[in-house]
């Protein structure tokens, strides 16, 4: 059959208060910039719902796009009518006749948010139920588990009829709970997280060290296809690139072997912070999960921690790794991970790595040489690269807002 909209429903938006307005209004382009190459298609929304037009646009590749836009709980093929018995019973009719097969059973849900509507909810399903079985051969009625649940949402402009409801990705839409920057390396984790952030609302910066001659051309190439992949969740991704060269061969210079790795990972979380404080940015994200690596313990955490007080997200934190190499599949960035250019995580990892590090210890270390210098050198020369998604068109039409 031929549908017309796709009805959205919100889910966790929906129990925002005041600021319910900013959360649609952010769905809805991100929305936009997901459907940028259907220009036929006009998003208009209310408070309660939002409504797609499908102007004629193929539904099938609208239906996956949609399913992967943070925010929506789940949507649904909708024929649009008019706010008349007999156009909503003809539309329930026909959004049923590929149902009549034997053994088939459905029922009829009615919302009423119009409540001028002349017939109460009781009086709309039995007005509607008995139109399908008048003139349908196999199906009955099950009010208690049906195949097919015919639902009838009767509003104000219209009235909607579906029969099937999508799982959305769920979450907040990016880009309403602020800015944070993500510390990208080239392996899976820290993708999984920047994915994980970007579904709790969070608009994220990619941070990513650099280390030349030892690190390739390769490996910048892998975080850019990275952050590249990440882009799928919103407009676009700024990917500041760390020279890292000079600070990685300070603390092979002064730091004892089983405290470089310590040492390494607090400077990259100092400059990750200054860049943060140049970006005007709250947070910072990383792919740290529990017990992985040395570095990943919570006694290496504490004393990491140690030289920013900015709030450090780790979505990851508790899973384990099959999880996450799940997630990195799905979201396609697993294959770009396990690509073999190392990154300068891995290319100066001592032989044991203290795994309870101590931060007297680590501060007395890193005290006996002029790492600021180095730090401010590395944030006045990192590159910053704008990823960027397709451009969305003006796909936005004329809002009901009823807010």
């Known amino acids: ?21 900013k959360f649609v209004a952010q769905l809805r382009q991100n929305i936009a910039h997901a459907l940028t190459q259907f220009s036929n298609v006009d998003i208009k929304y209310t408070r309660d719902r939002m409504y797609i037009h499908l102007n004629g646009e193929n539904h099938e590749p ?8 943070f925010g929506i709980q789940s949507f649904s093929l909708a024929l649009k009518v008019e706010n008349e018995l007999e156009a909503i019973q003809e539309a329930a009719l026909k959004a049923m006749q590929e149902f009549d ?33 008048r003139n349908t051969t196999n199906l009955k009625v099950d009010v208690r588990n049906p195949d097919v649940n015919v639902r009838v949402e009767v509003r104000r402009e219209a009235t909607y009829i579906t029969c099937f409801d999508y799982q959305g990705a769920g979450g907040l839409p990016v880009g309403t709970s602020g800015r944070a920057m993500l510390m990208l390396s080239g392996g899976i984790d820290s993708p999984v997280a920047g994915y994980l952030a970007m579904k709790r609302g969070l608009e994220i910066e990619a941070v990513h060290f650099y280390s030349p001659p ?6 910048k190439q892998k975080v850019i296809d990275l952050a590249q992949k990440l882009t ?15 600070v990685q061969q ?33 947070a910072i994200v990383t792919g740290d999960s529990l017990g992985q690596v040395a570095s990943q313990t919570v006694e290496s955490m504490y004393a990491i921690n140690e030289v920013t007080n900015t709030p450090i997200l780790r979505p990851l934190v508790t899973m384990d790794k099959t999880d996450i190499i799940k997630i ?5 960035t697993h294959e770009i991970s396990n690509r073999p250019y190392e990154d300068c995580c891995t290319i100066f990892t001592p032989s044991a790595p203290k795994t309870k590090p101590k931060r007297e210890k680590v501060n007395r270390y890193e005290e006996f040489y002029d790492f ?14 704008e990823i960027k998604a397709l451009e969305p068109q003006n796909l936005l039409g004329n809002d009901d807002e009823l807010f």
């Open 250 to 282: 300070a603390i092979q210079k002064q730091i004892p072997e089983n405290y470089t790795m310590t040492s390494t990972r607090r400077m990259m979380l100092r400059i990750t912070d200054l860049l943060r404080a140049q970006r005007e940015s709250l």
């Open 232 to 246: 799928k969740y919103h407009a676009n991704i700024k990917l500041h690139i760390v020279p890292f060269t000079a």
């Open 1 to 21: 059959m031929i549908y017309n909209h796709i009805l959205i429903r919100y889910g966790e938006i929906s129990t925002k208060g005041q600021n319910r307005k």
């Open 328 to 332: 990195a599949q799905r979201i396609d």
């Open 214 to 219: 030892f690190t390739s051309e390769r490996s």
């Open 62 to 69: 609208i239906v996956e796009l949609l399913q992967e836009v």
């Open 101 to 133: 097969v034997e053994n088939r059973t459905f029922k009829v849900s009615t919302r009423r948010a119009y409540k001028e509507f002349p017939l109460d909810t009781s009086e709309l399903n039995y007005a509607v139920g008995s139109h399908i079985l």
């Open 372 to 385: 600021d210098t180095l730090i401010k050198e590395a944030v006045q020369n990192t590159e910053t690269l």
